[in-house]
């Protein structure tokens, strides 16, 4: 991307994270956290993380550059139902239809590092994983109008380094890290989550200071309302 475009892009995506935070501030209070740090289906929320990296590359199309929840169901299966945040370049509202039961992954901010070098440790995969997660700067999630308190303690970094195809020796290895919550599964009907979060890391005019800023309507187990996205201005297609 132009670097002047690279700028206004990074500006729009501070403004609409500011409207965000501003009307959390204004609106939601605090509230007992539906969120689960314990094990699901035997398997830790380290090994969730990297099951959904797996899941994102493995799309026809990228789950993050989804407009407007038309790709909500691409590969879902299993307890979980995966959300997707962006690339930072796009803020969108998405409305999907979501199965009774089933708890929610949904990723904060977070960055996944591959190695490009076979030669590369895992070692030094983590560490450029981890860079830009130490310099978080917000990060904000509201459900249903009420805050889910402090994302910083949510900060989930994979043990080691995982296959991106983990029934192939050969395939590239990869390290993740950042912030996420696993959220007990919603009771049936429409349930709202919106997002906001940044990064401030110096010197990375790409990632370093990565903004999210967008929004799911969830109808769980039944759709209550209908509503018709329009096209969302700023959307990228690729990145």
Same mark, same amino acid.
């Given at each position: 991307?132009?670097? $002047?475009?690279?700028? #206004?892009?990074? &500006? !729009?995506?501070? *403004?609409?994270?500011?409207?965000?935070?501003?009307?959390?501030? +204004?609106?939601?209070?605090?509230?007992?956290?539906?969120?689960?740090?314990?094990?699901?289906?035997?398997?830790?929320?380290? $090994?969730?993380?990297? #099951?959904?990296? &797996? !899941?994102?590359? *493995?799309?026809?199309?990228?789950?993050?550059?989804?407009?407007? +929840?038309?790709?909500?169901?691409?590969?879902?299966?299993?307890?979980?139902?995966?959300?997707?945040?962006?690339?930072?370049?796009?803020?969108?509202? #998405?409305?999907?239809?979501?199965?009774?039961g089933k708890y929610l992954l949904l990723p904060i901010i977070n960055m996944a590092y591959y190695q490009l070098d076979p030669d590369l440790p895992c070692?030094?995969?983590?560490?450029?994983?981890?860079?830009?997660?130490?310099?978080?700067?917000?990060a904000v999630v509201v459900l249903d109008g009420q805050l889910l308190g402090d994302m910083r303690v949510h900060r989930v970094k994979s043990p080691g380094c995982f296959r991106m195809d983990?029934?192939?020796?050969?395939?590239?290895?990869?390290?993740?890290?950042?912030?996420?919550?696993?959220?007990?599964?919603?009771?049936?009907?429409?349930?709202?989550?919106?997002?906001?979060?940044?990064?401030?890391?110096?010197?990375?005019?790409?990632?370093?200071?990565?903004?999210?800023?967008?929004?799911?309507?969830?109808?769980?187990?039944?759709?209550?309302?209908?509503?018709?996205?329009?096209?969302?201005?700023?959307?990228?297609?690729?990145?």
């Amino acid at each position: 991307m132009h670097k $002047e475009k690279a700028g #206004r892009a990074r &500006r !729009w995506g501070a *403004a609409m994270a500011a409207l965000l935070f501003a009307g959390v501030a +204004g609106s939601a209070t605090p509230v007992a956290s539906p969120v689960t740090g314990e094990a699901v289906a035997g398997a830790s929320l380290s $090994e969730w993380t990297a #099951r959904w990296w &797996r !899941w994102a590359d *493995a799309q026809r199309v990228p789950p993050y550059l989804d407009p407007d +929840g038309r790709l909500c169901e691409l590969g879902q299966e299993g307890p979980f139902w995966y959300l997707a945040g962006t690339n930072g370049r796009f803020a969108p509202n #998405r409305e999907c239809d979501v199965p009774e039961g089933k708890y929610l992954l949904l990723p904060i901010i977070n960055m996944a590092y591959y190695q490009l070098d076979p030669d590369l440790p895992c070692a030094q995969m983590q560490a450029g994983a981890a860079v830009n997660n130490e310099h978080l700067l917000s990060a904000v999630v509201v459900l249903d109008g009420q805050l889910l308190g402090d994302m910083r303690v949510h900060r989930v970094k994979s043990p080691g380094c995982f296959r991106m195809d983990p029934d192939d020796d050969t395939s590239r290895l990869a390290a993740a890290d950042g912030y996420w919550l696993m959220i007990k599964p919603l009771s049936r009907g429409r349930h709202t989550i919106r997002v906001g979060a940044n990064y401030g890391a110096p010197g990375d005019e790409a990632y370093g200071h990565m903004q999210q800023s967008f929004e799911y309507v969830l109808h769980v187990g039944t759709r209550t309302q209908v509503t018709q996205a329009g096209p969302l201005p700023g959307a990228v297609a690729a990145r």
